[in-house]
């Protein structure tokens, strides 16, 4: 029986979305015990999902294409575990593949959106590991995903237990990728961004690539993994020097995004073009792109219009400063990517 549907393992937590400030500016964390609702604009909080496995799992869910969607992960025994939940419900996506940790409350991070003097906005992530820090690879059973045609694992470097070097193969990530690809899964990776201090790690993942068939990540990851200067210089080495089946690499706001596969011609397309006052915030417009992929990849579309309905997608997630809140479905989607304005290439 063909495989069907895409399994997202990794990290699940919720993110604590903060205002908009400039830098100086002062803000009140409790300001919603004192202060009414119309004097309260720039002091609101969001709560929403966070983490890989639940943003692209969302995202996926939203753009409602028929196939299965799972979430696989480590959550506290507490009240952040229960609105990971009560949103996996609300979208149709079963909460039986979570494991419960009693010794590690459910991760969570801060998100803080800075507005530079350029007024460019930036993020600031305060994060607690918790029970996502405790969640070995090993305890992905591989039963239960029989039918998945994809798997995608991630973040790498937010998953202490898959970031540990094992000999040969780089992480002891590689040795789930590698379960799932003797068990006729497709493989697919994503990271966060590394920083001086762990870069060390982020290099081991150098030799898991080799079983990683579709690796979706950002222009600096690709460039920090692959000892690249340029983005497209470093898709085609992912694959040629590292092992990956298939680079995808996403470039931000103005883009292009690529993505290169053995013996093919790099593909490179632009992005679109979103005016600054349609941006809510930036958070989960990584994960919205590897859905996108993701999806039309599942749906065996031709490479450049899954890069076209990635770069759709993650425009339109820009619009809600949740990682999900602004996902649309396929069809709206593809409305989109009909009708936006793309990115002119630099001259």
Known sequence: MEKRGVALVGSCLVDELLPVVHPGELT????????????????????????????????????????????????????????????????????????????????????????????????????????????????????????????????????????????????????????????????????????????????????????VDICCINDDQAMALAGCTNPAAACRALVDRHGAGMAVVHCGAVGPNYAYRAGQTLIQRPNFVIKPEEIAGNAGAGDAFSAGFLHGFHQRWEIERCLDFAAAAAAISLRDASTTGAMRSEAEILTFMQNGKRVEPCS
Do not use: C
């Open 28 to 211: 009140y964390v409790d300001a919603d015990r004192f202060v009414s609702d119309t004097e309260l604009k720039a002091e609101r909080r969001q709560h929403s999902v966070g983490g890989m496995a639940l943003n692209v799992g969302v995202d996926l869910a939203k753009i409602a294409a028929g196939y299965p969607v799972a979430v696989i992960g480590k959550v506290g025994a507490d009240a952040r575990a229960d609105l990971i939940r009560q949103i996996l419900h609300q979208h149709g996506i079963s909460s039986d593949f979570l494991l419960v940790d009693p010794q590690h409350e459910t991760s969570w991070t801060q998100v803080i959106y800075v507005q530079m003097a350029d007024e460019r906005i930036e993020r600031i992530f305060r994060h607690t590991l918790g029970a996502m820090g405790a969640f070995r690879p090993e305890e992905v059973l591989l039963e239960p995903l029989a039918d998945y045609r994809i798997v995608m694992v991630g973040y790498g470097l937010l998953l202490p237990q898959f970031d540990l070097e094992e000999a040969q193969v780089g992480t002891r990530m590689a040795l789930l990728l590698q379960r799932l690809q003797q068990a006729g899964h497709l493989t697919a990776v994503d990271f966060v961004s590394p920083s001086a201090e762990n870069l060390f790690k982020f290099i081991r993942y150098r030799q898991t690539l080799k079983y």
